[in-house]
């Protein structure tokens, strides 16, 4: 199965799922209290029971963020410290090594 199909089949999973919350949810993945996300534990059990591995999908995210902006605000949005997010910039090819932080408004 696609990882694709195994998403769309998730979206279709979590959508009859009996949490009040779920039918009228904005979120993708409804948690239990209504307007809360699933948690991120709960997600984890759903995609493996389907063949999706959430590490793997998560490392993507991450590397694809840090090509996006500079490791020291993923860093910071992450709650990374910065040497983790700049080697992940560094294993994913990015190139935010000369980013200098701080306020830059004149």
Do not use: C
Not at 66 to 77: C, E, R
Not at 91 to 106: I, V
Request: hydrophobic share 40%; proline share 9%; glycine share 8%.
């Amino acid at each position: 199965m696609s990882s694709s199909a195994a998403v769309r089949l998730l979206v279709i999973t979590v959508q009859h799922l009996p949490y009040a919350s779920s039918r009228s949810s904005q979120w993708l993945f409804p948690g239990r209290q209504p307007g809360q996300p699933m948690n991120p534990v709960s997600l984890q059990v759903h995609l493996r029971k389907i063949g999706v591995p959430p590490q793997r999908g998560r490392t993507s995210a991450i590397r694809q963020l840090v090509l996006q902006a500079p490791a020291p605000v993923i860093a910071k949005a992450l709650g990374y410290y910065d040497k983790t997010a700049t080697r992940l910039v560094a294993e994913a090819g990015g190139t935010w090594s000369r980013y200098a932080p701080g306020d830059h408004k004149r």
